[in-house]
Antibody, heavy 121, light 109 residues
Framework: QVQLVQSGGGVVQPGGSLRLSCAAS????????MHWVRQAPGKGLEWVAF????????FYADSVRGRFTISRDNSKNTLFLQLSGLGPEDTALYYC????????????????WGQGVLVTV | QSALTQPASVSGSPGQSITISCTGT?????????LSWYQQYPGKAPRLIIY???RRPSGISNRFSGSKSGITASLTISGLQAEDEAAYYC?????????FGGGTKVTVL
């Protein structure tokens, strides 16, 4: 079954940096686009970033563009999110997500979710 | 990138049907069928319950159904049960980005 295991959250000072990881298993990782989604405490879901299956295209929400970088290592079935220039508004639970099995392009966003990691700025 | 519009809360009695709306624009909900719905319990990760406007992933109860008309998508929960009390979010693709609705808290009376 699909598993997404996240690591890397923590407490960081304003202006600081952090790298989140998401180890994937149970599906052909290198064939699927992947997303990051965040949720501020007590708030709704916010899409953050997407990366194509081969890493050739990446897209970001306006709120993080220029500060966050999404990347992947298909040899290690791992997705990353590098966070920099962090501010209090970035405090949130960050989820990695893979699309439904029939949607390698990632258009339906999230069929499977990681457990989430908390980033506190 | 304004969020899709959902009612903040919807309530119903056990056995009843409720409908949650998700209103966008002609450039997101009105343009694409890349429309999904998620259920989220407090302290848990969201779970996909509808995608492609109407399709249910394996294991999702057929009490959940989706539809779309113009710029508004809808999620209907039939035969409301206590376990349906949760937050529900819609999401839509929109030209190399994605957006969520603000979320709807469903209360079973």
């Amino acid at each position: 079954q699909v598993q997404l295991v996240q690591s890397g959250g923590g407490v960081v000072q304003p202006g600081g940096s952090l790298r989140l990881s998401c180890a994937a298993s149970g599906f052909t990782f290198l064939s699927y686009g992947m997303h990051w989604v965040r949720q501020a405490p007590g708030k709704g879901l916010e899409w953050v970033a997407f990366i194509r299956y081969d890493g050739t295209e990446v897209f970001y929400a306006d709120s993080v563009r220029g500060r966050f970088t999404i990347s992947r290592d298909n040899s290690k079935n791992t997705l990353f999110l590098q966070l920099s220039g962090l501010g209090p508004e970035d405090t949130a639970l960050y989820y990695c997500a893979s699309p439904p099995a029939s949607d390698p392009g990632g258009y339906y966003l999230a069929g499977y979710w990681g457990q989430g990691v908390l980033v506190t700025v | 990138q304004s969020a899709l519009t959902q009612p903040a809360s919807v309530s119903g009695s056990p056995g009843q049907s409720i409908t949650i709306s998700c209103t966008g624009t002609s450039t997101d909900v009105g343009l694409y069928n890349y429309l999904s719905w998620y259920q989220q319990y407090p302290g848990k990760a969201p779970r996909l319950i509808i995608y492609d406007v109407t399709r249910r992933p394996s294991g999702i109860s057929n009490r959940f159904s989706g539809s779309k008309s113009g710029i508004t998508a809808s999620l209907t929960i039939s035969g409301l049960q206590a376990e349906d009390e949760a937050a529900y979010y819609c999401s839509s693709y929109v030209s190399n980005s994605w957006k969520f609705g603000g979320g709807t808290k469903v209360t079973v009376l």
